[in-house]
């Protein structure tokens, strides 16, 4: 009988906790979610099998010991004796991984939609205001200012840039802020719809764009290095993410490195992609994660997501009290980052008005420069607060 | 409330808030110009390039006869170009269809809800 128990005691059920058992079903939830609804599948399956991983028993001894190996049953923490996930975590810790995502995302980024209406670069930063409405909120609930900025920043709808900053601000928030975040912006299409229609009008719905100037390659390459140096002039912090984004849209742009933006765009960014999402997820284990404060950086979340949708779609309206050629404020929504689900709402919701209005490349516009808006936000709670 | 207050002031809300949008504004709206400048200098550029250039000094040839001839029958044929050569004039300066509304059906027919339940 004594060597069955011993033999019980160093399997996973010894050490399972209820917790363990929420978060696996947490993580199939996600895996469920990506197969069957589709719902942002390149991150909640990476996310969800991290999850799985975090929250096997005999591996997350205390919470954080999915990260270090196990030497007759002991932690084997400071003996050098990490595991695998400690080396993953490290592009996590560090802030490596959403660099490279961005570099990744630069070159698949086509910028032609920015510059033939330069004004729409406005609704990527009316869209912004979110993070500063929710930065207020999680001051009120008792966070402090650093973990407030970190949880502030999920309404970027920028899932790199949250974990970039909640690396720098609060360590010990990325799992939730990281999951509140992807999991909001594969929500997008369904967080999104109602706030648009709430606040525009159908015959405002109903406005066509006029139809943007082609852009010549040369103001495609110049673009993105003006770009970088008025950004990070203005921002320092925004540098390591705006440098990799606009990098990687000069290996597209330039016509002569076309093998390394290929590279950067596909293989490069899926394989950042799986580690970022296996890390995260691993490190979402139950005593970390199932707290009142996750609770609550969700609840903010939400909010932070639904603000950002409306000032998007408010400051649109308000530029057209003063502009000639009217913009839909539909494509205000897609000032929130999550590139390209919120212009694809912003398309899907327009058509249920008028099948004839394409609002899709209009709506490109605010999209890309809601990314260039939030790792600028991103850059500068990190001046303020870190 | 007070406790809430004190809490949002000790975290410098208003000051966060207002450096950061106005950073990000500043930003934008920097981007917004150089975008703007870049591309009236486009514009200048295309409309510098499609200039004729100034013809040269001095009195301009008289025509010959076999040119004029050739400049009345190319008129004539314009004039009526299905009727006289089968071929229609505008078939050269036809406008292309705009690579923007092609994008935009192309994006239209690819499906974006998501596939129903079994």
């Not at chain 1, 019980?8 to 929420?22: P, Q």
Request: charged share 15%.
């Amino acid at each position: 009988m004594e060597p069955l128990l011993q033999f019980f005691k160093v399997t996973a059920f010894w050490n399972l906790s209820w917790g363990n058992l929420l978060m696996d079903a947490i993580g199939v939830l996600f895996i469920y979610l990506a197969i069957k609804k589709h719902y942002e599948p390149l991150l909640l399956i990476p996310i969800g099998i991290g999850i799985l991983l975090g929250n096997v028993a005999p591996i997350t001894i205390a919470g954080k010991q999915v990260f270090y190996m196990l030497v007759n049953g002991e932690i084997a923490e400071g003996s050098g004796q990490y595991s695998v996930m400690y080396y993953l975590y490290f592009g996590v810790r560090t802030g490596i991984y959403p660099a490279l995502i961005f570099l990744g995302v630069g070159a698949m980024t086509d910028f032609s939609y920015l510059i033939s209406n330069p004004k729409l670069v406005l609704l990527g930063a009316a869209a912004q205001f979110g993070i500063f409405i929710t930065y207020t909120g999680a001051l009120a609930l008792g966070f402090v200012p650093t973990d407030a900025g970190a949880i502030g920043i999920i309404g970027g709808a920028d899932g790199p840039t949250a974990i970039f900053l909640s690396s720098i601000l609060a360590p010990e928030l990325i799992a939730p802020i990281a999951i509140a975040a992807y999991s909001y912006m594969a929500l997008v299409p369904v967080i999104q719809p109602p706030i648009m229609k709430l606040l525009t009008s159908r015959k405002e719905r109903l406005i066509r764009m006029k139809d943007p100037r082609p852009v010549s390659k040369t103001e495609k390459i110049i673009f993105p290095i003006g770009g970088f140096l008025i950004c990070t002039l203005i921002a320092p912090g925004s540098a390591i993410l705006i440098g990799c984004f606009f990098a990687g849209n000069i290996l597209k742009e330039s016509g002569v490195t076309e093998r390394l933006a290929q590279t950067a765009r596909t293989a490069f960014v899926d394989i950042v992609t799986i580690l970022v999402g296996v890390s995260v997820g691993c490190s979402a284990s139950a005593e970390t994660f199932l707290t009142s404060r996750s609770l609550l950086i969700f609840g903010l979340g939400a909010l932070s997501f639904a603000f950002a949708t409306a000032s998007g779609v408010i400051f649109a309206k308000i530029m057209n009290l003063f502009s000639k050629n009217k913009l839909n404020p539909l494509i205000g929504a897609a000032g929130v980052s999550a590139v390209p689900d919120a212009a694809r709402v912003a398309q899907m919701v327009g058509q249920e008005e008028d099948h004839q209005n394409f609002l899709l490349m209009h709506a490109m516009g605010p999209n890309v420069a809601g990314v260039i808006g939030s790792a600028m936000a991103a850059g500068i709670l990190w001046s303020i607060l870190g | 409330m007070e406790q809430v207050l004190e809490l949002i002031e000790r975290g410098r809300a208003g000051y966060v808030a207002a450096m950061g949008m106005g950073g990000v504004f500043a930003a934008l709206v920097f981007l917004y110009t150089f975008i703007f400048i870049l591309g009236k200098a486009h514009r200048f550029g295309r409309v510098r390039s499609r200039s004729p250039s100034a013809p040269p000094p001095g009195p301009t040839p008289e025509p010959d006869e076999g040119e004029t001839a050739a400049v009345v029958a190319v008129a004539l044929a314009l004039s009526s170009p299905s009727r006289r050569t089968g071929v229609s004039v505008s078939a050269g300066v036809e406008e292309e269809p705009s690579g923007w509304k092609v994008a935009g059906r192309l994006a239209m027919m690819r499906p974006f809800t998501r596939p129903k339940k079994d």
